[in-house]
């Protein structure tokens, strides 16, 4: 209590000293708050997102979304080919002031990949760490694997002093009904300091004015405070109360665009929506199962009109898509894209030659909090499968009642959206959808489908360490599971953010992810 | 007496017990907690470790007995998302809910107890009548609606208030107030505004009904045969014999109020106690929605046990009867 109450004090004084040099605030008002301040605790990528701020890893998304160099200078792959040196920024401090150097890497890396913590999964190829000198470490993985980098852009840096001195070297353990000492403390090397927190009310940052970085934005203080209800988060920004948002409502774009101090930053997201489908022997109802059929998955593919539900569900702000993968991300190829054409009586036919019988009854699992409208584009798609002949029963549920469902094979078909977080690669989508169930392949295969050609290209691609070579085997697996059509791709959602008019510069990233450390604010605000 | 209060205990803790065993069987449906904590990349096994961990494959009984076990020493576990002791969390909240509650209290009987007098009075006048129908209103406008018009008229469109959240707070002792602080009284009037809508018109129509029944007793001719100013009659000597019931109400709604918070938090995003429930709800972390619904049920139960306990000791012939029919308000 008595930390608590420091911190309040200091807040205080924070904010009478900024009333007098007018400091730079950026009020964010987030659709929700952050877990915890601890981004190891909780396999949340908004978390991860907002600690960013505070914690780096070793290396980072420039402003492209391109991997360069952040606490790690260099890094090279040993002769061994499993294991990689990094060579570590020298002269970076934490906010505490304790320099940083090797054992924290170590400890970081340790503390991710034990065996409570919920992120381990984030560095699959993870076997130990080892100091070198103070500012080199080799980390060994269980084979040659290409992507670690891309792993290591969301694997924060701790303080190995400081989480020894807290006893915080191991993740929290839910399941020991112990509180951690960084849940409540945060400690990075990032461009912003944790301030104070009150959950659900506010978390302010200040900035770092130690950061090894040059700042390319202008903020002195971000204060995340998190609004819920939408219609509310809309008031705050039109009366001023926060000046950015992530998450602009969709259906009230058109009025915050028509207001004066309001900017709305509309772009497409990298989430590729799909829908899937059982390769198992039979249906939910326990009839023989069709979709184990190409031409029936084609046939459910010819019925969906996408121009349909581009203009209408999603207000033309979607990318219509034919590929799995959006087209920023590494591996896609323009023949990917390729659309097979709306035509409702060719779909009507595949289904008559495959002796699909009229009216078959199957599951169609959708979320009601999960992708961008999807309940309306669910609806769209059930009514258009049931004009070629079929039944589908729509089965609309919050994510936590899905979830079970689709993991357990309790349903039929399915919608699926992928982003490809965080490797931002389409080596993510291929091993935990596309190749068969197999320990840390293929956890997303929901429908149980096993293509060897697949797996094969797919095993290749993931010890592939020419970053060509790797593209390719990727690209030919991509093509095998769109000529297969083993997911239906539909469209890249839309994503909105909004900020009002005091905010210079707020680049939107496709993976919407704000980083604010590239934001500008007009000073005179 | 004794008898009856040993009954009477007894009786509340048969309900909370009930209480937890009901909130659990709804946690079936609720989805799996498992399925929101681990990341995209864990595998199967993973997950099934971690279910293992948590004690969510042990039998229904098993995990019941070992929640009612946990939870009669005050230990509610800790929370799956916030990583927090769930008796922290609520601790933190309830300051909030309370202050919000207490504030739309005192509202409803400032604004709702002249209402009720001026409508009884007046009873066939114009105002009168407008005031009958802006309850009615009142009453069936659902209170997420009465929060967003006001957010739209005094935060958006006159900007005198803040659209969301409880300003600046002081810590006494473990108690966090927004009562002392300028933007803390702010950040009240809206949200308290909101909940309180309900509660006027409730304690308007019931004081007007007290009224109406009031003035037309003897006392009230006799006072005004003797010549005491109307007014004074009206204003003191009826109004205070209605006050008995509109106390046992309002006593009574303060348990409604804490459960009906819940809206009105997520509408305002105030820091309080639904709000903590909501986001429990969407996340599936089950040990805060069991300590939600337990202390929400307990707060109700103590409540309802205290009014009886009371009337039983102010009126000695209810305590037989209650006696025998096993508790009139449990």
Same mark, same amino acid.
């Given at each position: 209590?008595?930390?608590r109450?420091? #911190?309040?004090i200091?807040?205080a /004084? =924070?904010?009478?000293?900024? $009333? &007098? ?5 950026l ?11 601890d981004?190891y605790?909780?396999?949340d990528?908004?978390t991860?997102n907002v600690? %960013?701020?505070?914690?780096?890893g070793?290396?980072?998304y ?18 061994? %080919?499993?294991t ?17 150097t090797?054992?924290d890497?170590v ?6 990949s ?10 699959p190829?993870?076997?130990?760490s080892e100091?070198v ?24 840096i701790f ?16 399941g020991?009904?112990t509180?951690?000492?960084a ?8 461009p912003?300091?944790v301030?104070?927190?009150q959950?659900d ?5 200040v ?7 040059e700042p390319?934005?202008?903020l002195?203080?971000?204060e995340?405070?998190p609004?819920t ?6 008031? =705050? ?5 926060i000046?950015f948002?992530?998450d @602009?409502?969709?259906q009230?774009?058109?009025?915050l665009a028509?207001?004066?101090n309001?900017?709305?930053?509309e772009?497409?997201?990298l989430?590729t ?5 059982p390769?198992?022997?039979?249906l939910t ?7 184990k059929?190409r031409?029936?998955?084609? &046939?459910?593919?010819r019925?969906?009109?996408l121009?349909l ?5 999603m ?28 035509d409702?009586? &060719? ?12 009216? /078959? ?6 979320l009601?909090d ?9 609806q769209?798609?059930?009514?258009m499968?049931?004009r070629i ?8 549920a919050?994510r $936590? ?12 078909v399915y919608t699926?959206?992928w ?5 931002l690669?389409?080596y993510?989508? #291929? #091993?935990q959808?596309f ?7 293929g956890?997303?295969n929901w ?19 020419d970053?060509t ?6 690209t030919?697996? #991509? ?5 297969e ?20 510069d707020?680049?939107?990233?496709s993976d919407?992810?704000?980083?604010l450390?590239f @934001? ?6 | 007496?004794?008898a009856f ?8 803790a ?11 069987v709804i946690?079936?449906?609720f ?6 904590m ?9 997950r099934?470790?971690?279910?293992e ?8 009984v098993?995990q019941y ?7 009669v020493?005050?230990?509610?576990g ?7 002791d769930?008796?922290v969390?609520i ?7 309370f ?7 005192? !509202?409803s009987?400032?604004?709702g107890?002249?209402l009720?007098?001026?409508?009884a ?5 114009r ?9 009615? !209103? ?7 609606v009465v929060?967003i018009?006001? !957010?739209?008229a005094?935060?958006v469109?006159?900007g005198w208030?803040?659209?969301f959240?409880?300003g600046?707070?002081?810590d ?7 009562l ?17 809508t309900f509660? !006027?018109?409730?304690?308007m129509?019931?004081?007007r009904?007290?009224m109406l ?9 006799f006072?005004?045969?003797r010549?005491?100013?109307i007014?004074?009659?009206?204003w003191r000597?009826?109004?205070r014999?209605?006050?008995m019931p509109?106390i046992?109400? *309002?006593?009574?709604q303060?348990g ?8 009105t938090?997520?509408v305002f995003?105030w820091?309080g ?6 986001q429990?709800? *969407? ?5 805060v ?7 929400v049920?307990?707060?109700f139960v ?9 009337y ?18 449990g």
């Amino acid at each position: 209590m008595k930390t608590r109450n420091l #911190l309040l004090i200091s807040a205080a /004084l =924070a904010g009478l000293s900024g $009333a &007098a040099q007018a400091e730079n605030v950026l009020t964010w008002g987030a659709n929700r708050d952050i877990g915890s301040l601890d981004p190891y605790s909780y396999g949340d990528s908004f978390t991860i997102n907002v600690l %960013n701020h505070v914690y780096e890893g070793l290396v980072r998304y420039d402003k492209d979304l391109k991997i360069e160099p952040a606490l790690a200078e260099s890094w090279e792959i040993l002769e061994d %080919n499993i294991t990689w040196r990094f060579h570590l920024r020298e002269g970076v401090t934490f906010h505490n002031g304790n320099p940083f150097t090797a054992e924290d890497v170590v400890a970081s890396l340790t503390r991710v990949s034990d065996e409570t913590s919920p992120l381990k999964g984030n560095l699959p190829a993870y076997v130990s760490s080892e100091v070198v000198d103070d500012l080199t470490v080799d980390v060994t993985l269980n084979g040659t694997y290409p992507l670690l980098l891309n792993d290591l852009t969301n694997i924060h840096i701790f303080d190995n002093e400081w989480m020894t001195e807290n006893n915080a070297l191991k993740p929290t353990d839910i399941g020991a009904g112990t509180e951690g000492y960084a849940t409540y403390n945060a400690n990075g090397t990032g461009p912003f300091v944790v301030e104070s927190r009150q959950p659900d009310a506010k978390t302010v940052f200040v900035v770092n004015p130690d950061w090894w970085d040059e700042p390319q934005h202008n903020l002195d203080r971000i204060e995340l405070t998190p609004v819920t209800s939408a219609a509310t988060r809309v008031a =705050a920004l039109l009366s001023g109360e926060i000046n950015f948002t992530n998450d @602009a409502p969709v259906q009230d774009l058109p009025r915050l665009a028509a207001a004066p101090n309001v900017k709305v930053l509309e772009g497409v997201d990298l989430r590729t929506v799909m829908i899937g489908f059982p390769f198992r022997e039979t249906l939910t109802t326990g009839e023989a199962n069709p979709f184990k059929d190409r031409n029936v998955r084609e &046939a459910l593919y010819r019925a969906i009109d996408l121009d349909l539900i581009h203009q209408r569900v999603m207000r033309g702000k979607s990318r219509i898509a034919g590929a799995t993968i959006a087209p920023e991300i590494p591996g896609y190829v323009e023949a990917l894209d390729d659309l097979p054409g709306f035509d409702p009586d &060719a779909a009507r036919n595949l289904l008559a030659e495959a002796g699909v019988p009229e009216g /078959l009854e199957f599951e169609f699992n959708c979320l009601s909090d999960g992708l961008v409208n999807e309940e309306q584009f669910c609806q769209a798609i059930a009514s258009m499968w049931t004009r070629i002949g079929l039944s589908p029963k729509l089965d609309v549920a919050p994510r $936590a009642v899905q979830s079970p469902k689709r993991t357990n094979g309790a349903t039929d078909v399915y919608t699926l959206g992928w982003a490809t977080l965080p490797l931002l690669d389409s080596y993510s989508p #291929l #091993l935990q959808i596309f190749h068969s169930k197999d320990g840390n392949a293929g956890v997303f295969n929901w429908g149980d489908w096993s293509y060897p050609e697949v797996d094969a290209l797919i095993d290749a691609a993931g010890s592939e360490l020419d970053l060509t070579a790797r593209l390719n085997l990727q690209t030919q697996a #991509l093509q095998i599971v769109k000529d297969e059509m083993i997911m239906i791709p539909l469209h890249q959602q839309p994503m909105a953010w909004a900020v009002t008019e005091n905010v210079a510069d707020m680049p939107l990233f496709s993976d919407n992810k704000p980083r604010l450390w590239f @934001a500008m604010v007009d000073s005179d605000s | 007496m004794i008898a009856f209060l040993i009954k009477r205990t007894a009786n509340a803790a048969f309900v909370m017990l009930a209480v937890a065993l009901l909130a659990f069987v709804i946690f079936r449906f609720f989805g799996d907690p498992v399925e929101m904590m681990v990341n995209e990349q864990a595998t199967q096994q993973d997950r099934i470790e971690l279910r293992e961990r948590l004690g969510l494959n042990d039998g229904f009984v098993t995990q019941y007995t070992r929640f009612v076990t946990n939870a009669v020493q005050g230990d509610f576990g800790i929370s799956y998302r916030n990583q927090q002791d769930v008796m922290v969390l609520i601790k933190d909240r309830f300051p909030a809910t309370f202050e919000l509650v207490l504030v739309a209290t005192v !509202i409803s009987l400032v604004v709702g107890i002249p209402l009720g007098v001026l409508t009884a009075v007046h009873r066939d006048s114009r105002l009168a009548n407008i005031l009958q129908l802006g309850s009615i !209103i009142g009453v069936s406008l659902p209170s997420f609606v009465v929060g967003i018009l006001l !957010i739209l008229a005094f935060s958006v469109s006159l900007g005198w208030l803040p659209a969301f959240g409880r300003g600046d707070t002081v810590d006494i002792g473990w108690w966090s107030t927004g009562l002392l602080t300028p933007s803390g009284r702010m950040a009240l009037i809206l949200p308290s505004l909101s909940l309180s809508t309900f509660q !006027i018109t409730l304690v308007m129509r019931l004081v007007r009904a007290e009224m109406l029944e009031t003035l037309r007793a003897d006392y009230i001719k006799f006072a005004r045969a003797r010549g005491v100013p109307i007014r004074r009659v009206q204003w003191r000597h009826a109004l205070r014999n209605c006050l008995m019931p509109v106390i046992t109400l *309002t006593g009574m709604q303060i348990g409604n109020l804490i459960a009906f918070a819940l809206v009105t938090e997520t509408v305002f995003q105030w820091p309080g106690m639904g709000l903590l429930f909501i986001q429990a709800v *969407t996340f599936v972390d089950i040990p805060v929605m069991a300590a939600y619904l337990m202390i929400v049920s307990f707060i109700f139960v103590a409540l309802n046990t205290l009014v009886d306990i009371t009337y039983a000791w102010v009126d000695p012939r209810l305590r037989d009867d209650a006696a025998r029919a096993g508790g009139a308000n449990g």
